[in-house]
């Protein structure tokens, strides 16, 4: 499909399925930490998933590659990301599967009925307060900051949209797993399964990807730690499985 580009946008290969997605470098762009809560999320065939905060679109299209979900659905408050998901949902011929729509997480119950999700994915932003925060109105700042909606925002609206016993899958920062744990729990989400990501082995953790199940028993499976690289530029080889290459 022709689809028209703007100023400063390029198309990207994702070397999976021939998909691709619109981008600006000048803007937000995805990063590994997206592909590896793809690469996480596991939902059973037909089930209807909705991503928080989907930015461009990333997790969505990586989704329809990687599970048998029916329907993916996508919130974005910038309508600018959400203008190139959408385009990009049509340059991959997937706007029967995926349907993007511009809005706040805090109101997500206004766009979606309530408890008809079997799967929640989220990119939350990670940063609180106003460390290295410059311009709170950059899409970048909305990105990485809490400015436009708050983990909690995002916990509580989750929970909201998912059935009884659906799961919602996030990556976040370990730093703030604590906070994380309290405020899922205090909306009924049980976290069921942690795996923490390491840049290199002998380094400190810098991502963890979660699922928390709604009205979940209490009981967590802690995965073996991801290793993102055995060596300067050379990925291991759970990381290029993750990618698909």
């Known amino acids: 499909m022709d689809i028209k580009l703007k100023e400063n946008e390029r198309i990207d290969d994702l070397e999976r399925n021939n998909l691709k997605i619109i981008q600006d470098p000048k803007r937000f762009c995805f990063g590994m930490d997206a592909v590896l809560l793809s690469g996480f999320v596991h939902v059973k065939k037909e089930a209807k998933v909705l991503d928080l905060c989907t930015g461009t679109g990333i997790i969505p299209i990586l989704l329809s590659a990687k599970t048998d979900a029916s329907h993916i659905s996508a919130l974005e408050i910038q309508e600018d990301s959400a203008d190139m998901a959408k385009r990009s ?134 995965l073996k730690p991801l290793i993102i690289y055995k060596q300067q530029g050379v990925y291991t080889d759970a990381i290029y499985d993750i990618y698909g290459y």
């Open 89 to 222: 949902v049509l340059l991959n011929d997937l706007q029967d599967k995926i349907d993007v729509v511009i809005g706040d997480v805090k109101e997500a119950d206004k766009y979606f009925k309530k408890g008809s999700f079997d799967a929640v994915t989220c990119n939350p932003p990670y940063m609180i307060g106003k460390h290295g925060l410059t311009n709170p109105d950059d899409s970048l700042a909305i990105a990485r900051h809490e400015i436009k909606c708050t983990f909690d925002d995002v916990a509580k609206n989750a929970a909201s949209m998912l059935k009884s016993g659906g799961s919602f899958f996030l990556v976040h920062r370990p730093f703030r797993l604590a906070e994380i744990f309290a405020t899922l729990q205090k909306y009924k989400l049980e976290p069921k399964r942690m795996q923490l990501i390491y840049p290199f082995v002998d380094k400190e953790p810098n991502m963890v990807l979660i699922e928390a199940v709604r009205g979940g028993r209490s009981r967590m499976e802690v």
